[in-house]
Nanobody, 118 residues
Framework: QVRLVESGGGLVQPGGSLRLSCAAS????????MGWYRQGPGKERELVAT???????NYADSVKGRFTISRDNAKNTVYLQMNSLKPEDTAVYYC????????????WGQGTQVTVSS
């Protein structure tokens, strides 16, 4: 069984920073793309950033230049460094990974709340 566990959310003032982490554990053969999505109040879930196993990244326009996604393949962990946070970044952030275990499929974390408010 594969699990994704996120950590690092919380309350931060506008202009502040947070770092999210997501660790994959269990019966893992290989991890392909890893990424972060978010769902704000009354909104649909949207892509924030993705990173493939080779390190290439992709970002939503709304976070380019402020957020950085990275991964540690040895630790099966993906990170999201969030700087210059804005109130509109308030959302539940979900980790996603395409993992080969008994088969290849998407796995999701439970979500972590990020609130940007003064």
């Amino acid at each position: 069984q594969v699990r994704l566990v996120e950590s690092g959310g919380g309350l931060v003032q506008p202009g502040g920073s947070l770092r999210l982490s997501c660790a994959a554990s269990g019966s893992i053969g290989s991890i392909h793309t890893m990424g972060w999505y978010r769902q704000g109040p009354g909104k649909e879930r949207e892509l924030v950033a993705t990173i493939i196993s080779g390190g290439s990244t992709n970002y939503a326009d709304s976070v380019k230049g402020r957020f950085t996604i990275s991964r540690d393949n040895a630790k099966n962990t993906v990170y999201l460094q969030m700087n210059s946070l804005k109130p509109e970044d308030t959302a539940v952030y979900y980790c996603d990974a395409i993992i080969t275990s008994s088969l290849t499929r998407h796995y999701w974390g439970q979500g972590t709340q990020v609130t940007v408010s003064s």
